[in-house]
Nanobody, 116 residues
């Protein structure tokens, strides 16, 4: 059973923007703080943004002010608006529950490449 379907990645120049989407299984989305993670080449997957059911958000310092996470309960979808992209943002992006209660079965992720 597919729990998460990420989309919206691509190749973008430095300074550009992308909007990622993640459709999640309703039983996960409806009661969970959701997060966006990224995995850079050669590194472990890391949480970069999270949003509670009530809409409170939190970001790691490296994306604060450039990324915005949001969620749509009617669509069971979480979004990540990424602005002012940098080459260091190049990674595969995934969504899941935020923190230690993540679902073991991850989606396929969506590749974001920031390059001129």
């Amino acid at each position: 059973q597919v729990q998460f379907v990420e989309s919206g990645g691509g190749l973008v120049q430095p300074g550009g923007s992308l909007r990622l989407s993640c459709a999640a299984a309703v039983y996960i989305f409806s009661t969970s703080t959701m997060g966006w993670y990224r995995q850079r080449p050669g590194e472990q997957r890391a949480l970069v943004a999270e949003i509670t059911v009530s809409g409170n958000t939190k970001y790691v310092d490296s994306v604060e002010g450039r990324f915005a996470i949001s969620r749509d309960s009617a669509k069971n979808t979480v979004y990540l608006q990424m602005n002012s992209l940098k080459p260091d943002d190049t990674a595969v992006y995934y969504c899941n529950r935020a923190g230690k209660y993540f679902v073991a079965s991850w989606g396929q992720g969506t590749q974001v490449t920031v390059s001129s």
